[in-house]
Structures are given as structure tokens and as C-alpha cells.
């Protein structure tokens, strides 16, 4: 069974702070990635990765950053919280590039104070 | 642009009353279509992936059939444990990521 996971399911953080969110998968996927999901705009984009190293950018990256360093650890980093990436964000990974099935981890809420 | 439209946006159904949700789609050459359902508060769980019109697939009370334009999700005979909210995705050719409907909020009445 894939299995991909996310470091908290739940996170309080203040505005301007640094946040870090990891997700790791145990399948040898080549493709990770993170979207943010809100109530009314379904799933969005943030950052996609097709390989250790690699980065792309999705239809919303502005106050993100991403960093993969290992193939199986994606992480997503909010520089400077702002109240506006209260959230859920969700990690997936697909086995080959250009997309094929991607598996979910369970979510991550983030609420910014 | 690619772009996924589902429908109706809630649906609420009485048990054992069956029903179709649409996933309409425009993508630039269909590379696959995939259906998730998602409980609240968690991660999406796949259900299917159809690749060529005229596929079928099937599991338990669900069945998705794919047209060259749209998709269906048919529930026979719905339990309240399949509400959840169903959301539909396109990839198309070559390396793109995959493009999401906002989903349909599926509620099963006892």
C-alpha cells in the first residue's frame, strides 16, 4: 500500500512566522507535490517536484518555497505566515513523471493567528 | 486551458436511491481521468483512473463510465457511508499535472 504522510494534521502558528511542512512517501515515487484546499476553490496547485532537486512552480506559488532534498521528503515552507494561508494543505506523489495516479497524505490544517 | 467542471455542486440522496454525478471536461488531449472521493478533514482516497472513451470501471456501488467530453460516477443503491464529497481530475498529454474539479458533496440519507 502507498503511504504518504504528513508531519502534524493540526498547526497553530502566528503571523510571521517561519513554518515548515514535511511529507514523506515509501513508495519510490519520482513526483510530489502540494496544494491548498479551501472551501468554494477545491484542490490548488502550489508546487509540484518531478525529481530530487527539482522544482516547479503550480498556479499559486507566491509565499511559498519548497525544498526536496531526498526523494522521498517534499517539504513546504510558508517564509512568513500571513492569516490569509489559514488552510489545509494536502502532500500527493505519483509514481512516474507527468502524473499518473497520485496518492494522498491525510492533510495538514494550518491556522495562522 | 484544461478545465474540469463537476456537478451538481451537493447532492442528497435517500438510501437505496440512485444517482449520477458529472465530471465535464476540456483538456488538450486526455492522458487519463481520476476520481477521488474525500471524507471531511482528510486526504483524498483514489477510486479510479479511466484512460479512453467508452472504459468502465467498477467498485462495490460505484461505477465511472468516461465520453469524450465528460465523465459519470453512478452510485446503485447508496449507503449513508458513501457520503463524501467526489472530486474528479484530468491529466493531459505529456507532463502536466493533474487539474481538479471542486468536487460534489455527496450526502446519503438513512
Known amino acids: 500500500d502507498v503511504k504518504v504522510t504528513q508531519s502534524s494534521r493540526y498547526l497553530v502558528k502566528r503571523t510571521g512566522e517561519k513554518v515548515f511542512l514535511e511529507c514523506v512517501q515509501d513508495m519510490d515515487h519520482e513526483n510530489m507535490f502540494w496544494y491548498r484546499q479551501d472551501p468554494g476553490l477545491g484542490l490548488r496547485l502550489i508546487y509540484f517536484?518531478?525529481?530530487?532537486?527539482?522544482?516547479e512552480k503550480g498556479d499559486i506559488p507566491e509565499g511559498y518555497s519548497v525544498s526536496r532534498e531526498k526523494k522521498e521528503r517534499f517539504s513546504l515552507i510558508l517564509e512568513s505566515a500571513s492569516t490569509n494561508q489559514t488552510s489545509m494543505y494536502l502532500c500527493?506523489?505519483?509514481?512516474?513523471?507527468?502524473?499518473?495516479?497520485?496518492?494522498f497524505g491525510p492533510g495538514t490544517r494550518l491556522l495562522v493567528l | 486551458e484544461d478545465q474540469v467542471t463537476q456537478s451538481p455542486e451537493a447532492l442528497r440522496l435517500q438510501e437505496g436511491e440512485s444517482s449520477s454525478l458529472n465530471c465535464s471536461y476540456t483538456?488538450?488531449?486526455?492522458?487519463?481521468l481520476f476520481w477521488y472521493r474525500q471524507d471531511p478533514g482528510k486526504g483524498p482516497e483514489f477510486l479510479f483512473t479511466?484512460?479512453?472513451a467508452g472504459e468502465e470501471k467498477e467498485k462495490e456501488r460505484l461505477k465511472a463510465t468516461l465520453t469524450k467530453k465528460e465523465s459519470f460516477l453512478h452510485i446503485t443503491a447508496p449507503k449513508p457511508e458513501d457520503s463524501a464529497t467526489y472530486l474528479c481530475a484530468v491529466q493531459a498529454g505529456g507532463n502536466t499535472p493533474l487539474v481538479f474539479g471542486k468536487g460534489t458533496r455527496l450526502s446519503v440519507i438513512a
Open positions: 483538456v488538450s488531449g486526455l492522458r487519463g
Open positions: 517536484s518531478y525529481d530530487v532537486k527539482m522544482k
Open positions: 479511466l484512460y479512453s
Open positions: 500527493a506523489s505519483s509514481p512516474i513523471a507527468g502524473g499518473e495516479t497520485q496518492y
